[in-house]
């Protein structure tokens, strides 16, 4: 049980589609992640969000939006993707100042046709 | 560029004790971790070592430090093949853990 829950754990799309990826964390951690792994790249940080403040955005396109409403949850809005968007979508929190490093869900793999 | 240098693969037969190095270019994180991802899997946090230590042993893990030349490297004793993995040692960059790309462990039976 990673306290950090992922939904949906596959999603395929059309480039024209909207859809949404949904992280929660049951850990009353403060700062909450977006990370994307590609096969042939490092895990890349997408978003940052601390104590529900976007406080980094690493010039990710802006087809992918963000969304903290509250410390416990995290949204990634997806629109008009391209196939190159393929990829494993991590989210991860953690309690900022605190040694227990991050704590990762299981994923989304999202597959865009 | 990458704030960390792994090597890409390692090969080890059951039993055997597997290192893994990283060398890192930011020595400003006050703790250091290591992370293992199983296929089809998100990142599992296995161990950390606080910045002003030089080894911390945990079961079959044993972590060094040598914060002089930054070097950092997990020891597993007794290799099994379910520590079969990509394996992480992510500094902390300005705001958030930089990973990069891992060193693959395949343990042969």
């Known amino acids: 049980e990673t306290g950090v829950t992922q939904t949906p754990r596959h999603l395929v799309m059309g480039m024209t589609n909207k859809k949404s990826l949904k992280c929660e964390q049951h850990?009353?951690?403060?700062?909450m992640y977006w990370y994307k792994q590609s096969a042939k790249k490092p895990l890349e940080l997408m978003f940052v969000?601390?104590?529900?403040?976007?406080?980094e955005n690493n010039s990710v396109p802006s087809r992918f939006s963000p969304e903290c409403p509250n410390s416990s949850h995290l949204f990634l809005h997806l629109h008009t993707l391209q196939p190159e968007d393929s990829a494993l979508y991590l989210c991860?929190?953690?309690?900022?100042?605190?040694?227990?490093?991050?704590?990762f869900g299981s994923g989304t793999r999202l597959t865009v046709v | 560029g990458e704030d960390v240098e792994q090597s890409l693969f390692l090969s080890v037969r059951e039993g055997d004790s597997s290192v893994i190095n990283c060398t890192y270019t930011?020595?400003?994180?006050?703790?250091l971790y290591w992370y293992k991802q199983e296929p089809g899997a998100g990142l599992q946090l296995l161990t950390y070592?606080?910045?002003?230590?030089d080894m911390k042993q945990d079961q079959r893990l044993t972590v060094l430090l040598n914060k002089k030349d930054k070097h950092l490297s997990l020891r597993i004793a007794d290799t099994q093949t379910g520590d079969s993995a990509i394996y992480f040692c992510?500094?902390?960059?300005?705001?958030?853990?930089?990973f990069g790309s891992g060193t693959r462990l395949q343990v042969q039976p």
């Open positions: 930011d020595s400003s994180s006050t703790y």
């Open positions: 070592i606080f910045s002003n230590m």
């Open positions: 991860a929190s953690s309690q900022e100042g605190g040694a227990d490093g991050y704590t």
């Open positions: 992510p500094p902390k960059g300005r705001r958030a853990l930089t």
């Open positions: 850990l009353g951690h403060n700062a």
């Open positions: 969000y601390s104590l529900e403040e976007r406080v």
